[in-house]
């Protein structure tokens, strides 16, 4: 699902990119003015995240988010019927970017712990990613 969240959902679009979504985020792409945030949504056909009742209503296709936490942001996704399962491996959370896998004798970065399992790479920003703690915190926030 390719999805484009405006400037209130920075850290709902990390968690969609961990479960394996597309997820543009208004705010990495230097767009904030709503006719912008359209524009960008329509050009590269993205379902709309959003919490602002107006701009949700002049989106063909958005979800219009109404919790202010993002872990109930999530429920309202799931509800809607947006998979949010944690994939692995595939979108970088910090650009979302594509990912990965390191291959066998490939360093890993510093922060990477030796018995991390697998480690992904970011194709465009260089960012490495593995299952850590972090990984379980945002999988028992899940609905």
């Known amino acids: 699902m390719k999805l484009l969240a405006d400037a209130m959902l920075g850290s709902l679009a990390r968690i969609c990119r961990m479960c394996g979504h597309d997820t543009a985020y208004c705010l990495d792409r230097g767009v904030e003015a709503d006719d912008d945030v359209l524009a960008l949504a329509k050009r590269e056909e993205r379902t709309l995240l959003t919490r602002d009742r107006q701009l949700a209503a002049r989106a063909p296709d958005s979800l219009l988010l109404e919790s202010k936490t993002v872990d109930d942001q999530l429920a309202e996704l799931a509800a809607a019927g947006v998979d949010l399962l944690l994939s692995g491996g595939e979108r970088c ?9 390191l291959r066998d004798g490939e360093a890993a970065a510093e922060y990477v712990p030796d018995d991390a399992g697998p480690v992904w790479a970011c194709r465009d920003c260089g960012q490495q990613f593995y299952r850590g703690s972090h990984w379980d915190d945002v999988e028992d926030r899940l609905p």
Do not use: M, Q
């Open 93 to 101: 959370g910090a650009c979302n970017g594509e990912l990965r896998e």
